[in-house]
């Protein structure tokens, strides 16, 4: 006997028939995708299927919404959110974080934003900026803020959607 014979699938025999009231049917053996066209189709068609579901759950690049929020120029607290359904709900995360007494500064969305405000006791001097790279809308937010007159700049929070 040769090791191809020893590998062959066994016999209709020696396979138990499946119970009569199972809910979905059991294949007696297993689909050849290289020898069943259909067997390639439905592997793909499955894949394409379970792809979709994944990112059909969450909300696309298009849909989230960010928020940066701040008690003052001058204070210690910040909030921010990033991928939000919606621009109120972004609002309200970052509110959440931040917590009594402050005020979103600015939503964004698919984009970064950036505030930094000079931490000088009564200093108007402060920056808000909006772009596509969290590095630039940082390094441009304390920039602005020094040409605004402030000494101690400091960046206060950041964000990218």
Same mark, same amino acid.
């Given at each position: 006997?040769?090791?191809?014979?020893?590998?062959?699938?066994?016999? =209709?025999?020696?396979? @138990? &028939?499946?119970?009569?009231?199972?809910?979905? @049917?059991?294949? !007696?053996?297993?689909?050849?995708?290289?020898?069943?066209?259909?067997?390639?189709?439905? !592997?793909?068609?499955?894949?394409?299927?379970?792809?979709?579901?994944? $990112? %059909? =759950?969450?909300?696309?690049?298009?849909?989230?919404?960010?928020?940066? =929020?701040?008690?003052?120029?001058? #204070?210690?607290?910040?909030? $921010?959110?990033?991928?939000?359904?919606?621009?109120?709900? &972004?609002?309200?995360?970052?509110?959440?974080?931040? #917590?009594?007494?402050?005020?979103?500064?600015?939503?964004?969305?698919?984009?970064?934003?950036?505030? %930094?405000?000079?931490?000088?006791?009564?200093?108007? &001097?402060? %920056?808000?900026?909006?772009?596509? %790279?969290?590095?630039?809308?940082?390094?441009?937010?304390?920039?602005?803020? @020094?040409?605004?007159?402030? @000494?101690?700049?400091?960046?206060?929070?950041?964000?990218?959607?």
């Amino acid at each position: 006997m040769s090791a191809a014979c020893a590998l062959r699938r066994p016999s =209709a025999e020696r396979i @138990r &028939a499946p119970d009569r009231d199972l809910p979905f @049917r059991v294949l !007696r053996y297993p689909i050849d995708a290289r020898r069943s066209r259909l067997g390639v189709h439905m !592997r793909h068609g499955t894949t394409l299927v379970l792809t979709f579901m994944l $990112f %059909a =759950a969450a909300p696309s690049a298009a849909e989230a919404y960010g928020a940066l =929020a701040v008690d003052y120029a001058q #204070g210690t607290r910040f909030g $921010f959110s990033r991928n939000q359904p919606t621009e109120q709900k &972004a609002r309200e995360v970052a509110l959440g974080g931040c #917590g009594a007494g402050c005020t979103v500064i600015v939503t964004f969305r698919k984009s970064c934003a950036a505030y %930094a405000a000079d931490q000088t006791t009564g200093s108007p &001097a402060e %920056a808000l900026v909006k772009g596509p %790279a969290a590095a630039a809308v940082r390094d441009q937010a304390l920039s602005d803020c @020094r040409k605004r007159g402030g @000494r101690q700049c400091s960046l206060r929070v950041w964000g990218c959607d």
